[in-house]
Nanobody, 122 residues
Framework: VQLVESGGGSVQSGGSLRLSCAGS????????MSWARQRPGKGLEWVSG????????????RYADSVKGRFTISRDIDANTLYMEMNSLKPEDTAVYYC????????????WGQGTQVTVSS
């Protein structure tokens, strides 16, 4: 099982980025996954999650209040890739972002990627 994130970078406040997480070695469509982040000097924070296909129908995504309305999690099953579109970025979004395979709860992390740095300047 492997997860490889990409798409991080430096943007100005109000800008956008799209993170990608390429997965291999597991059944992508049925595996619940999440994005989490670690801000400088802070602990790990769950950001967003997506349940497996067929779980909760179209309502299969969840977001932390801090990113709701700005971030969108999605996946391309054919490409085995998880995405997170991040809009209206704020300096407080600066963090290392990780994708993860999770267990039943979206913040119960099982397998991690290596992380990708996002830096938002004011």
């Amino acid at each position: 099982v492997q997860l490889v994130e990409s798409g991080g970078g430096s943007v100005q406040s109000g800008g956008s980025l799209r993170l990608s997480c390429a997965g291999s070695g597991f059944t992508f469509s049925s595996t619940p996954m999440s994005w989490a982040r670690q801000r400088p000097g802070k602990g790990l924070e769950w950001v967003s999650g997506i349940y497996g296909v067929g779980v909760y129908g179209d309502d299969n995504t969840r977001y932390a209040d801090s990113v709701k309305g700005r971030f969108t999690i999605s996946r391309d099953i054919d490409a085995n890739t998880l995405y997170m579109e991040m809009n209206s970025l704020k300096p407080e979004d600066t963090a290392v972002y990780y994708c993860a395979i999770v267990r039943e709860r979206l913040w119960d992390y099982a397998i991690w990627g290596q992380g990708t740095q996002v830096t938002v300047s004011s």
